[in-house]
């Protein structure tokens, strides 16, 4: 296809607080999902898909939430709900959409021969297309605006896929979303694809893609779809997912925007809120942003080479295809040191996008003045992980560190010491433990403390430390995910002693298990077992 003049409208589909909470060990309340909503509204996405409500009561409240607030603002988002094509899925999710100015339902239902006969017992390709179909016309007695996803698009007979389609858009359906559920398409074969489906459905409905990254190919595959006439992508921020995650948000619109003299298309995405909408929702799951990710990683606008620099300084084109303020990045002339006052620390985090509330920022205020007494300067990505660790720890906290200490010896066992608030009570507890190592040692002092406030026994089940900058001063960036009777929750600490960031990550999970399970607050979503879709994904 030959590059296009004009440029046709792309809707971008948000599942960040779907698709993109699948990912193992993300389990975003009611509160975290509205702030991620609230943001992806002033980026401007065209649709939120906010949960699958028939997943867990949490989750049905949270999309209700959802549709409740940002759903009714001024030129709000579509708000869209997921549900399996069951009766009992399209009534829950419709129930939780009632509040919102625009609401769509979108029902999906497994059509590959694999998954006919591994999920759905067996079932032939005429049962699977009255089963859809009955889905969409109840669909439609809720809302006009009805997607169906084929799960497993990809790996489908091409003939069975397109009959389901025709029978879908006769029967109601105003998105068809071609769901590439495993990252198993390539860009050439997928774009042939969808030219077919496209020129098949010509006007009935809109044509849509839903890509995995299993291959690393789900933005390639997404920009091929849309030069071969798909009018929909769905993306999550930073690319979040189930295994490799999805199609990323901010590549996809930047490679749009970059690249429209080829693709011929464009998104109506407010690209200057992406690096902050990047940044929350990293801080919000506990899941960082590699340091090379594509336009919101930490080096994507940066240079080392000398030669490059040299070339950035005479002009920015020379090494640089995108603005950094196109994004939402900004360099700042400000050296933060142990000598700042409150008032230029704030000013900073305004310059960098976050917009904090006075707790907030007295909270982060407070651990920049240790860090600066550590260290002799604070650089924006210091800053930008010491406002995440403060954001993911929160005022609503149940434990609150005081003061650790460890030590170890050659001959000796490891051994920590942990002051430990509890903040419901307004008390504070003192715990000592032994470990294998210091971080053992430390998390151990810290279940004893807290133990008492938490369902079960907390198992730290995964562990991984970073630097956020180079130097032997770098803070520590340390992430965990920690099981809670049975339940996984991520945690984060930043900190420039490992084992304090340690023991601040571990704290944090298990803040969250406590919020998680308070009366006011919204429940996890829970897993499938056997046939049960309830956590398939398109």
């Known amino acids: 296809m030959p590059p296009s003049t004009t440029h046709r409208p792309v809707t971008v589909f948000d599942t960040t607080l779907r698709d993109g909470e699948q990912a193992p060990g993300i389990s975003l309340d009611t509160v975290g999902k509205l702030e991620i909503a609230e943001q992806l509204a002033r980026l401007r996405v065209d649709v939120i898909e906010a949960g699958f409500p028939v997943a867990s009561v949490g989750d049905f409240e949270a999309v209700k939430a959802v549709a409740d607030s940002v759903g009714t603002e001024p030129g709000a988002p579509v708000i869209a709900a997921l549900a399996r094509c069951a009766p009992d899925d399209v009534t829950r999710a419709a129930e939780s959409l009632k509040g919102a100015q625009r609401s769509r339902l979108h029902v999906f239902l497994s059509t590959s021969a694999i998954h006919r006969t591994a999920i759905l017992r067996g079932a032939s390709e005429d ?40 029978e879908v858009v006769a029967a109601g359906a105003t998105t068809v979303n071609v769901a590439d559920t495993v990252g198993y398409a390539v860009p050439y074969d997928f774009g042939r694809l969808i030219a077919r489906i496209v020129e098949r459905v010509a006007g009935g409905a809109s044509v849509s893609v839903h890509c995995h990254n299993d291959l690393g190919l789900a933005v390639a595959n997404s920009l091929e779809a849309v030069r071969n006439g798909a009018e929909q992508v769905e993306v999550a921020v930073n690319g979040l997912g189930e295994r490799a995650g999805n199609c990323s948000l901010e590549e996809v619109v930047m ?127 210091d800053l930008d992980a010491i406002v995440a660790d403060e954001v993911s720890a929160g005022a609503a906290d149940a434990f609150e560190l005081v003061s650790l200490q460890v030590s170890a010896g050659t001959s000796s066992a490891p051994t920590a010491t942990v002051r430990v608030r509890l903040v419901d009570d307004d008390d504070v507890v003192d715990q000592a433990a032994l470990g294998d ?37 770098a803070l520590g960036d340390v992430t965990v995910s920690v099981d809670v009777a049975g339940r996984r929750y991520s945690g984060r600490g930043v900190s420039t002693d490992i084992v304090e960031a340690s023991a601040r990550a571990f704290l944090n999970a298990l803040n969250k298990s406590v919020r998680l399970r308070r009366p006011d607050a919204a429940a996890a979503p829970s897993e499938p077992t056997g046939t049960d879709q309830i956590r398939s994904t398109p």
């Open 127 to 166: 049962d699977v297309v009255a089963t859809a179909v009955a889905a969409v016309r109840q669909a439609r007695t809720y809302t006009d605006d009805v997607e169906f996803s084929p799960q497993d698009a990809t790996r489908t007979d091409v003939d069975f896929l397109l009959r389901i389609l025709d």
């Open 437 to 473: 190592g210091m971080v053992d040692a430390a998390c151990g002092a810290i279940r004893r403390a807290a133990g008492p406030k938490l369902d079960g026994d907390a198992t730290l089940v995964s562990f991984n430390v970073a630097a956020v900058t180079p130097g032997i001063d």
């Open 255 to 381: 490679a749009l925007a970059t690249r429209a003299d080829l693709l011929g298309a464009s998104t109506g995405v407010h690209t200057p809120e992406i690096a902050r909408t990047s940044k929350l929702v990293a801080a919000l799951t506990g899941y960082p942003v590699q340091f090379n990710k594509a336009v919101v990683g930490r080096n994507a606008f940066a240079h080392e080479s000398g030669i490059h620099q040299h070339g950035v300084l005479a002009d920015r084109l020379t090494y640089e295809i995108m603005r950094a303020e196109d994004v939402g990045v900004a360099g700042s002339q400000i050296v933060l040191g142990k000598h700042s006052g409150r008032h230029a620390f704030g000013k900073q985090l305004a310059d960098m996008g976050y917009n904090l509330d006075a707790a907030q920022i007295g909270r982060a205020f407070t651990r920049f003045k240790e860090l600066a007494d550590r260290k002799a300067e604070i650089t924006d990505a």
